[in-house]
């Protein structure tokens, strides 16, 4: 463990290394949309034809969903992508008001973005695919509200 201490976020508190992690895991994201549909499909999988969630498991087929499509899997981890960047600089950055700002926006569109497809758009229905994505935006957006003046002086 003391060989990555000199590579984590140096700055005092768990919210830079939080961002850290959380920048991690959505470049894992961003790997698996390009290598397979499986994971993409299971947050919107509402297919007015076949109305049943995916199985629980990626040896199990896919059924097809007319929602997505290989060019939209890409372009959501593109998206996530560009988030992980931007929340990865912020983590080692978190003092800079602007850095602070951009990686707030990360979570809040992230936010926007799968509620918007709950319930809005109907093309994702609640349960542990979604669920993630919801309450780490969630938490997170409310936790950097409540530490900017900790990390970021006026």
């Known amino acids: 463990m003391d060989a990555i201490l000199p590579y984590l976020p ?3 508190g768990f919210l830079p290394k939080w ?5 991690i895991v959505a470049i894992g994201n961003s790997v698996q949309s390009f290598a397979t549909l499986y994971y993409t499909r299971r947050i919107y999988n509402i297919d007015p034809a076949r109305p049943k969630a ?3 498991t990626p040896s199990a087929p896919v059924p097809h969903s007319p929602l997505v499509t290989p060019l939209s899997a890409r372009t959501f ?3 996530t992508f560009i988030a992980a960047l931007v929340r990865l600089f912020a983590s080692y950055n978190i003092d800079n008001p602007a850095f602070y700002a951009l990686a707030l926006c990360t979570y809040a569109v992230a936010f926007a973005h ?3 497809e709950w319930l809005i758009f109907g093309t994702a229905e609640w349960g542990s695919p979604l ?5 780490v935006s969630t ?3 409310t936790w950097m509200l409540m530490q900017k003046e900790f990390y970021v002086a006026a």
Request: neutral net charge; proline residues 8%; without cysteine.
């Open 10 to 12: 140096q700055h005092a």
């Open 19 to 23: 961002m850290l992690f959380t920048s």
């Open 54 to 56: 995916l199985p629980a």
């Open 77 to 79: 981890g593109t998206w």
């Open 114 to 116: 799968f509620a918007s």
């Open 131 to 135: 669920a993630g994505p919801i309450v």
């Open 139 to 141: 938490s997170t957006i």
